[in-house]
């Protein structure tokens, strides 16, 4: 099931769903990344592979082999 660092996921709710599966959702980053809200443009941090947005509880995912950088941080949906 491990598709390695290929980052070919096309929707925020694909890395949740995995980052889940691999029980890495709840691994802290290893440096908390700046999110800026797509869905109430809240400024937060995200510290761990999956967060949420502390004003809109918008679900954002991100991958371990991605987990450097917001560019790849995806937003799964409110409450996700």
Do not use: W
């Not at 761990?48 to 509880?57: D, L």
Request: with cysteine; net charge negative.
């Amino acid at each position: 099931m491990h598709d390695g660092c290929s980052g070919a996921y096309e929707s925020g709710k694909q890395i949740v769903d995995k980052i889940r599966m691999m029980g890495f959702n709840k691994s802290p980053l290893a440096v908390s990344l700046e999110i800026d809200c797509t869905n109430c443009d809240t400024v937060f941090q995200m510290e761990h592979m999956e967060s949420q947005c502390p004003s809109c509880e918008m679900v954002y995912g991100v991958t371990p082999c991605h987990s450097h950088t917001a560019e790849f941080v995806k937003a799964a949906g409110v409450k996700y």
